[in-house]
């Protein structure tokens, strides 16, 4: 298991809040807070040397229900960063269909910002510079550009899912039960 897997925390009804790196989940279990665990692996955490000359040693399940306030709202999805917008239109422009590095991939507001187009998840799509360029100051319709997929706003389980990189195959199973049609596997 790499060092950067993390854990996902959901509250005691089993709605998923937020990921938890091994210290911030170490923390938890010896405060006692987990109620309860899914997944079939877990992540290892080496601690101190105890007084009987032992390595302590902490096996984490990578999906933990937990007590403790929450301090936000359980579906809050934040606003939109190129980080996950990419990763949503899986690295594709969404007008021409190529698939392009991040480094090469724009943001294109669908209805453009001088026509009162929002930054909103679906206002924006992944577009190649070539695209956004040619698209300029225009609608796809005016432009003649069909977007080549409906642009949609993550809920908190395709959320989660686009904002970890290491998601393990347990964690992944879980959110995607919460799913919409648009983060389905093809
Ligand atoms: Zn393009």
């Not at 989940?25 to 899914?38: E, F, H, M, P, Q």
């Not at 190129?82 to 690295?91: A, Y």
């Not at 992944?126 to 300029?136: E, I, L, M, V, Y």
Request: aromatic content about 6%.
């Amino acid at each position: 298991m790499q060092m950067n897997t993390r854990i996902l925390r959901l509250n005691k009804a089993g709605i998923p809040l937020q990921w938890l790196n091994r210290e911030e989940a170490a923390t938890l279990v010896v405060k006692g807070l987990i109620l309860w665990s899914l997944g079939d692996s877990a992540v290892t955490i080496r601690g101190g040397i105890n007084r009987q000359g032992l390595r302590s040693v902490l096996n984490i399940p990578t999906i933990i229900a937990t007590e403790g306030d929450i301090h936000y709202n359980d579906h809050h999805v934040p606003a939109v960063c190129n980080r996950l917008l990419f990763r949503r239109d899986r690295n594709t422009c969404m007008y021409c269909g190529d698939q392009v590095t991040s480094e090469r991939l724009t943001r294109d507001h669908i209805v453009p910002r001088s026509r009162g187009g929002g930054e909103s998840w679906t206002n924006l799509v992944a577009a190649c510079r070539r695209c956004n360029q040619r698209k300029g100051n225009k609608t796809p319709e005016e432009a003649n550009m069909p977007l080549l997929a409906v642009p949609f706003k993550p809920n908190k389980m395709e959320y989660l899912a686009l904002s970890n990189r290491n998601i393990l195959a347990d964690q992944m199973d879980f959110l995607s039960s919460g799913f919409s049609k648009h983060m389905r596997p093809h």
